[in-house]
C-alpha cells in the first residue's frame, strides 16, 4: 500500500473540514496502516490529540505495543468511555466491516468517520471517460520524455526516483554502473521530485533534473504501458510501481533491500560490489566541533529522524540515552534539520550529505535510526549503533540490515522493542 | 505487446458486457488469464481459496482465451473470451487503473512482473506466485 499525494490531500481535506467533530472527544484510528501516520500529522496539524490506535491484529496491536508512540488496542478491549467519547477514523477498503464491528462495540454510527482513499475507494468505477483521461496522461508522459529528449540530448537515457527516500536513491546509484556498461548507456539524468534525492545522487556524480510529483507521475504513467529500454525511461524503484510487492515485505524476508535493487531493479544476473560515493574532505567538522565544545573521538551523533518511516521510540525515552551517554562522558549532538528538533539536553548540527562520514568518524560514535543516513555513513571507521523496530511500517533489520544488505561488518544493530532493552543494548555497546 | 486507446477502450466495453452477463457484484473478483502461463494460474488457483479469504470475495470470475484451461472449484467461474478480448482486456488494465479485485494472473503483466527472474534466488515458483503475484 503506497499513501500518494494526493490521498494525503483528502485527508488534509477531511480532517480540516471536520475539526469541530473532535472537541472534546477520544480521537481513535481504526487500523495501524501506512495510512494512519498521515492521519495522526493531519490530526497533529489541526491541534488535534489521538488518543489510541486499533487494530484486529494482535501483531500490530494490544499487548503494550505502540504504533507512531501512541497506544494501541484490540477493538473488543475498548471499555466504556472509549466506546462512548470515541471519535473513530476508518482508512481502509474494509470500512464496512469496521464500522459494522465498532457498531456492534456500543459506539454510536455517527461518530465514525470514514476516510475514502486510494484503495479503500469502491473497487470498480472505470468508465471511457476515465480510460481517456488515463491514456491522455500516458500520452502527456511520453511528450514529456521527448521534450527532454529535445532539451538534453536525443540518446539521452532518464532514470526516475520516484520515491523520495534518500537510502533509495543511494542504492540505485550504487549499482547504476553496472547497469549503463551492461546496456552501452552513455549519456544519462537523474530525475526525483525530492532535493534529498537529487544530494545523494550528486555524491555519485551524476547530472539531476528535479521535476513536481505531476511530472514524474504522468512519465511513470508512459512507462507503466511502454515499459521498454527504447523508452529511454527506467524507474530506479525496489518495488513494483503499480503495486507494493509483496516478496519484499516483513513476512517474507528471504531476500535484502540490495538485492532488490540488484536482481530486480536492474535485473542482474549475478551480484556486484556496489559503487561508493564521494566525500568531501572539507575538515569543516573541526570548526563545527570547536565552535560546538564538542570532543574529537568522544562525541556521539545522534540521528533520531527518518524520512519514510515513524518510530516509536519515545522522546523521553531519546532523552534517557542522552543522560546515560554523558555520565559515561561523551558529548551528544542531535543531526537534525528544517522542523526537526534536538533532543534534549544536545547540541544540534546539520552536516551536508558529502561530509558525513567526515564528521561521524571526527565524532567516533553514531547512533542513528535506519535511515538513508546509515547507508551514506556506513563505511565510516566509527562506532556506528543502528537502531532498527519490529512491526508496523518498520524498517526491518532483515531487509535493511546493514551488515545484512554487506554495506559493512562493523555496524552493531539494534532492534528497538522496548526502553529497558534499548539503554541495556546501547549500554553493552557503547 | 503494444496497447492502443482503441484496444484499451474495447476492453472496457468487454468488461462490462461480462460483469452483466456474470451479474458481477462486490464479492467478485476478475482473474484475467492469457494462454501461455498455465503454470502460473495452476499456482494461483492452488491458492485461489486463501485469496478469496483475504479479499473476502465469495466468487472468482475467470476470464480467459485458453480452452484447455480445467476448473472443477465451484467458486470459480470460468468465461471463455476470443484472444482479441483478452489482448483488449490486458490492454485496459495496463492504461487504467489497477483494483485489488480484478487481476491478470501473469508474471508478465503489472503485479508478477519479472517474477520468474527470482525464482532460484531465495524463493520459490510458488512464493513468486502467492506473494509477488496474489499478494496474499
Not at chain 1, 79 to 106: A, F, P, V
Not at chain 1, 140 to 156: A, M, Q, T
Not at chain 2, 36 to 51: P, Q
Not at chain 2, 109 to 122: D, S
Amino acid at each position: 500500500m503506497l499513501v500518494n499525494e494526493k490521498d494525503k490531500e483528502t485527508i488534509n481535506s477531511l480532517i480540516h473540514n471536520r475539526r469541530k467533530f473532535f472537541l472534546d472527544k477520544k480521537t481513535i484510528i481504526f487500523g495501524c496502516t501506512p495510512y494512519a501516520r498521515d492521519i495522526y500529522q493531519a490530526l497533529d496539524e489541526h491541534d488535534i490529540g489521538l488518543s489510541l490506535i486499533i487494530d484486529n491484529n494482535p501483531k500490530k496491536a494490544g499487548s503494550g505495543k505502540l504504533c507512531m508512540g501512541i497506544p494501541t488496542k484490540n477493538p473488543n478491549d475498548l471499555n466504556d468511555d472509549e466506546i462512548r467519547n470515541g471519535i473513530y477514523i476508518i482508512c481502509s477498503k474494509y470500512h464496512l466491516e469496521m464500522t459494522s464491528q465498532l457498531i456492534e462495540l456500543g459506539v454510536n454510527e455517527n461518530n465514525i468517520l470514514c476516510i475514502h482513499v486510494g484503495e479503500s475507494k469502491k473497487l470498480f468505477e472505470d468508465d471511457i471517460e476515465k480510460m481517456e483521461s488515463a491514456w491522455e496522461e500516458v500520452c502527456l508522459g511520453r511528450n514529456l520524455v521527448d521534450k527532454w529528449k529535445r532539451e538534453y540530448g536525443r540518446d539521452f537515457f532518464f532514470f526516475l526516483l520516484p520515491y523520495p527516500g534518500t537510502g533509495d536513491a543511494y542504492m540505485a546509484c550504487r549499482y547504476l554502473p553496472y547497469f549503463l556498461e551492461q546496456n552501452k548507456i552513455e549519456n544519462i539524468m537523474l530525475v526525483a521530485t525530492s532535493n534529498n534525492s537529487l544530494k545523494v545522487v550528486k555524491l555519485f556524480g551524476y547530472d539531476t533534473l528535479l521535476v513536481s510529483h505531476e511530472e514524474m507521475s504522468i512519465v511513470l504513467r508512459s512507462w507503466e504501458v511502454f515499459e521498454d529500454l527504447r523508452a529511454f525511461v527506467k524507474p530506479l524503484l525496489h518495488w513494483g510501481w503499480r503495486t507494493k510487492r509483496f516478496i519484499s515485505s516483513d513476512n517474507h524476508p528471504q531476500i535484502t533491500f540490495n538485492e532488490m535493487f540488484l536482481y530486480d531493479t536492474y535485473a542482474f544476473d549475478r551480484p556486484h560490489e556496489g559503487y561508493l560515493p564521494k566525500q568531501a574532505k572539507t575538515g569543516s567538522w573541526v570548526g563545527c566541533f570547536a565552535s560546538h565544545g564538542l570532543k574529537q573521538g568522544k562525541t556521539v551523533i545522534f540521528a533520531p529522524y527518518a524520512g519514510s518511516f515513524t518510530y516509536n521510540i519515545s522522546a523521553q525515552d531519546m532523552e534517557n540515552v542522552v543522560i546515560f551517554l554523558k555520565n559515561k562522558g561523551y558529548d551528544v549532538c542531535t543531526n537534525c534539520f528544517g522542523k526537526e528538533k534536538p533532543i534534549r539536553g544536545t547540541v544540534p548540527i546539520c552536516f551536508p550529505y558529502e561530509e558525513a562520514i567526515g564528521y561521524v568518524e571526527y565524532a567516533g560514535v553514531f547512533v542513528g535510526v535506519r535511515s538513508g543516513l546509515c547507508d551514506i555513513i556506513s563505511s565510516a571507521r566509527a562506532k556506528k549503533i543502528i537502531i532498527y523496530e519490529s512491526g508496523f511500517n518498520a524498517t526491518s533489520i532483515d531487509y535493511f540490515g546493514l551488515v545484512n544488505m554487506g554495506l559493512c561488518e562493523d555496524a552493531i544493530e539494534i532492534v528497538y522493542d522496548n526502553f529497558d532493552k534499548f539503554v541495556s543494548d546501547i549500554e553493552n555497546e557503547v | 505487446m503494444t496497447f492502443d486507446i482503441e484496444q484499451a477502450n474495447r476492453g472496457l466495453m468487454t468488461l462490462s458486457f461480462i460483469f452483466a452477463k456474470c451479474n458481477y457484484g462486490a464479492t467478485d473478483m476478475i482473474w484475467i488469464y492469457k494462454k501461455g502461463e498455465s503454470d502460473v494460474l495452476e499456482k494461483c488457483i492452488a491458492f485461489a481459496d486463501e485469496k478469496m479469504k483475504k479479499e473476502r470475495a465469495e466468487r472468482i470470475i475467470l476470464l480467459t482465451d485458453d480452452d484447455e484451461v480445467d476448473v472443477f472449484q465451484e467458486f470459480i467461474c470460468k468465461v471463455m473470451c476470443s484472444e482479441q478480448d483478452i489482448e483488449d482486456l490486458i490492454a485496459w488494465y495496463m492504461v487504467g487503473h489497477p483494483y485489488n479485485n480484478i487481476m491478470i494472473i501473469s508474471l508478465i503483466y503489472p503485479e508478477g512482473r519479472n517474477g520468474r527472474k527470482w525464482i532460484g534466488k531465495g524463493y520459490s515458483f510458488e512464493s513468486i506466485c502467492k506473494h509477488g503475484l496474489l499478494r496474499i
